[in-house]
C-alpha cells in the first residue's frame, strides 16, 4: 500500500495534501472486501463514468492475475466438462464493486415517478448492509444526489467516502474520509482523481490478490 502512495506522490507531489486520507481509503477497501463487504459507487457527469470505471478494476484483474482457486477449477471441469476448463481459465476473483449509475431501467423510473435527487439513495438503502463502503464522487462537493446517498448511508451504517476538490461542498460533513484534491476548476480536479483511484485500486488489489502481473 505504501509503495503505491508513493509512486503516486512521486508522480503527482501535488497530492501530497490528501495521502493520509488515501491510505485510510485503502485500508477501510481492504477490510471491507476480506469480510465479502460491497462497494458502492455514484456521481454525476464525468464522475459517473469514474464510478464505472473504478468499479471495473475491482470486479476483474487491473494489473495482477486473479486466477481462481485450484479446487473452483477442478469442480468447474467436473460439473461442465471442456466448457469447465474454459470457465476456469478464464473467469477471474472479483471484487464486489456496484456503481449506482448502473441501473439505466431502474433511475429512469424512479427519476420519472418519484425524485431523481433520491436515485443514488434509494439503491443504496435497497441494496446496502451495514458495514458496507459509499464512495461519492462531486468535484464540487455539494452535488446533492451524492449528499443524499451518504445521508441514506448514516441511516444503514455504511462507510463513507467523498472524492472531490477544494471547495468544501456540503457532502463534506457526512463522509468519514474526504480526499479532497488541491483544484477548483472541474476538469482539473478530474484529471487529479484519476490517478488517486487507479492508486487506491493497485493498492487494495495488492493486499487482496499478490501473484504475477498480467
Not at 462537493?141 to 462507510?159: D, E, H, P, S, T
Amino acid at each position: 500500500m505504501e509503495n503505491q502512495i508513493e509512486k503516486l506522490l512521486n508522480r503527482y507531489p501535488v497530492l501530497e495534501s490528501c495521502s493520509a486520507a488515501i491510505e485510510k481509503t485503502v485500508e477501510e477497501l481492504t477490510g471491507l472486501f476480506r469480510s465479502n463487504g460491497t462497494f458502492f459507487t455514484c456521481g454525476n457527469g464525468g464522475s459517473a463514468a469514474d464510478c464505472d470505471h473504478i468499479c471495473g478494476e475491482f470486479l476483474k484483474g487491473f494489473v495482477l492475475r486473479r486466477e481462481l482457486p485450484e479446487h473452483e477449477q477442478a469442480k468447474l471441469e467436473e460439473l461442465f466438462g471442456e466448457d469447465g476448463v474454459l470457465l476456469g481459465e478464464r473467469l477471474q476473483r472479483g471484487l464486489r464493486a456496484i456503481s449506482l449509475l448502473s441501473h439505466p431501467g431502474f433511475t429512469s423510473a424512479f427519476c420519472n415517478d418519484v425524485d431523481p435527487n433520491l436515485v443514488f439513495a434509494q439503491q443504496l438503502y435497497a441494496l446496502g448492509t451495514p458495514g458496507d463502503i459509499l464512495l461519492g464522487i462531486s468535484t464540487g462537493g455539494g452535488a446533492v444526489n451524492v449528499r443524499y446517498a451518504m445521508m441514506a448511508a448514516k441511516l444503514k451504517k455504511i462507510k463513507t467516502i467523498l472524492l472531490t476538490g477544494s471547495k468544501h461542498g456540503a457532502c463534506e460533513r457526512y463522509a468519514d474520509i474526504v480526499i479532497a484534491v488541491p483544484e477548483t476548476e472541474t476538469y482539473r480536479i478530474q484529471e487529479l482523481h484519476l490517478p488517486v483511484y487507479h492508486a487506491i485500486c493497485l493498492a487494495v488489489e495488492e493486499n487482496m490478490f499478490g501473484g504475477v502481473s498480467l
